[in-house]
């Protein structure tokens, strides 16, 4: 399922380009429906990433429930695991997790605490990832945070919590 949603995010992000807005580093798109299905998604892209780095950041509103997922051109882990994941902004703590590996292995979905760990994000500056991938090897890269105070109150409105 998750696979299927990892999908279809990144297609609708592709898709929806051009009706989209860009916001720093950040491109949204949003459903037009203020339902229950609303759909919110922002996804920022890394630059120079390598094979197994982290290459791509989702935050989305999907049906009510927030959800914040980090992707790879690579292969993570084993489906149905999940994988230590470290996350710092230039601000703030190095903060260490457990985060849920989908059903192909090229992404990891922060199951608990989402809208605090949004929360705690700066809304400009850096955001360095690092995944521990099965093996044990750490892969990083910095995403920019240009922009992401505007996504997270979008996001935030779209799920019916306080940014």
Do not use: Y
Not at 59 to 86: F, I, K, N, Q, Y
Not at 99 to 127: C, H, I, M, Q, Y
């Amino acid at each position: 399922m998750r696979k299927a949603i990892v999908a279809a995010s990144c297609l609708l992000a592709t898709a929806a380009a051009a009706g989209s807005e860009t916001l720093g580093g950040w491109t949204t798109t949003s459903e037009p429906d203020e339902g229950p299905a609303t759909l919110v998604t922002a996804l920022a892209a890394a630059r120079g990433a390598s094979q197994n780095d982290p290459s791509f950041i989702i935050v989305r509103c999907l049906g009510g429930r927030t959800e914040a997922l980090v992707g790879t051109a690579g292969d993570w882990g084993l489906p149905r695991s999940s994988l230590e994941v470290a996350t710092q902004s230039d601000s703030g703590a190095r903060e260490t997790s457990r985060w849920d590996v989908s059903t192909n292995g090229k992404a990891v979905f922060r199951s608990e605490g989402v809208e605090d760990f949004l929360r705690r994000l700066p809304a400009e500056g850096r955001l360095t990832i690092e995944v521990r991938d099965r093996a044990g090897d750490v892969h990083a890269n910095a995403f920019s945070l240009e922009g992401f105070g505007d996504v997270r109150t979008r996001v935030a409105a779209a799920c019916g919590w306080t940014p």
